[in-house]
């Protein structure tokens, strides 16, 4: 059978996470080593930190457990990502940290995930931090959620605590309001059962096993759909200005929504000017349609001002909003707690201006989903509904629309750390 070289190869984002002692890593850890996916001197690395902590076998966790403070203390406090592949798609995993305190790391494990694996130790089910995980995946749109629940070996492989646990998940994901397309598999990562292998303790589930399901799991919400309104932020103006090129002049950049063909009529944004697609360029390739999320250089009938941060949309559809006023819900990563009218550099997509939050509407509590009002600050880890005016002009869509230009990082214009990040609400 003809297989797909690997740059040709499918690619999955997918994050993990769980409650402290679920099971993240040893899950990670075993799917890394039943698809062989591993090398030996990682391997041997591994087994001598296991016998070193007292283990009886090999612990799979320390495979992601990378930093030392972790492997002392057995939990996960970066994130840690991990590539591997199989012969039908290429992976990039997510491990993300429990603990309450490291919500933003959670958050910047999974912005960019098409799928999340939620952890549910089967001794003790829907939990606190449950709660906050499954809120946060679904904060961020990921389209597809994942429960598995683990330690299916300690309570006798048991159908029923499997399904009341499934059925405790649905209505909270009801409760909270989760969009996401919802999967239950029963595993146990220590011993392999369903995670690579079907489980041979398990036949009363026929569901496929954790590595069936990112091997088949739809991406097409990354391709573009035709559907989707078009959008291609401008990230560089190319013009050689030479005696072989005298007139050359391509706009570049990634897409971010639909498709664009040669001849569609597109509208520049802020400035409203339109014109017609010429040629749309990869390297030195030319191409009849572009599809997200390739980049390519476009090339227009009409010389028109087009600068980095202007967006090419199309101009008889859906177009995104241009707006000095956002309201947006807001991840607050930095020790420095963020302040009301201070000066933050707002970048959206390749475009970036000036700008300072005016109000929090309400805080929100992770784990009970409490509304919290009066808020006057936002401290590290904190997610609150805050309002933001800039000092120009910015073009965005709505969050649950489109991830990429709804998105919106704040960055500290002292120490050019990011600061923050938000999901544009209209």
């Known amino acids: ?62 495979l992601t457990d990378g930093l030392r403070a972790e492997r002392e203390q057995g939990i996960t406090i970066d994130v840690a990502y991990r590539y591997f592949a199989t012969p039908k798609r290429k992976f990039i995993i997510a491990d993300t940290p429990g603990h309450v305190q490291y919500t933003r790391n959670m958050v910047t494990g999974a912005s960019t995930a098409d799928l999340a694996i939620i952890l549910i130790d089967a001794r003790n089910g829907v939990m606190e931090q449950t709660v906050r995980h499954s809120y946060i995946a679904s904060l961020l749109g990921i389209p597809f959620i994942t429960v598995c629940v683990n330690k299916m070996d300690l309570v006798d492989f048991s159908k029923d605590v499997f399904n009341g646990i499934c059925q405790n998940y649905k209505k909270m994901a009801e409760t909270i309001g989760i969009h996401a397309e919802l999967r239950f598999i029963p595993i146990s990562a220590k011993h392999g059962d369903n995670v690579v292998t079907e489980s041979a303790n398990m036949r009363w589930y026929t569901g496929g096993t954790l590595m069936h399901l990112l091997e088949t799991v739809s991406i097409d919400h990354k391709m573009g759909d035709p559907a989707q309104p078009m959008r291609l932020p401008v990230q560089y103006v190319i013009r050689p200005i030479s005696d072989k090129f005298p007139d050359y002049r391509a706009y570049a950049g990634r897409m971010a929504g639909g498709v664009l063909r040669v001849g569609d009529r597109i509208k520049v944004l802020p400035s409203g000017l339109k014109s017609t697609v010429k040629s749309i360029m990869q390297a030195d390739k030319e191409f009849e349609i572009a599809h997200t999320p390739e980049s390519v250089s476009v090339l227009l009938n ?84 805050i309002n933001v005016k800039t000092a120009n002009p910015l ?19 002292d120490s050019f750390e990011t600061v923050g990040a938000g999901m544009v609400i209209l």
Request: hydrophobic residues 35%; glycine residues 6%; aromatic residues 6%.
């Open 1 to 62: 059978m003809e297989t797909k070289g690997y740059l040709d190869m499918e690619l999955l984002r997918f994050t993990t996470a769980g409650s402290v002692d679920d099971g993240k890593s040893t899950l990670i850890g075993r799917l890394l080593y039943d698809s062989k996916s591993i090398f030996e001197d990682q391997l041997e690395a591994v087994e001598a930190a296991s016998k070193s902590r007292g283990n009886e076998e090999v612990n799979l966790a320390l």
């Open 302 to 385: 009409d010389d028109i001002d087009i600068s980095r941060g202007d967006m090419l949309v199309p101009d008889n559809t859906t177009q995104p909003v241009i707006t000095q006023q956002l309201k947006m819900r807001c991840c607050w990563f930095n020790e420095t707690e963020m302040q009301l009218r201070k000066r933050y550099i707002v970048r959206t997509t390749v475009a970036e201006t000036v700008g300072m939050v005016q109000s929090i509407d309400y805080k929100v509590d992770v784990n009970t989903l409490e509304k919290i009002e009066g808020a006057t600050t936002l401290k590290m880890n904190d997610i609150a509904v």
């Open 395 to 413: 073009v965005v869509d709505d969050y649950a629309d489109n991830r990429t230009t709804g998105s919106v990082i704040f960055i500290d214009p």
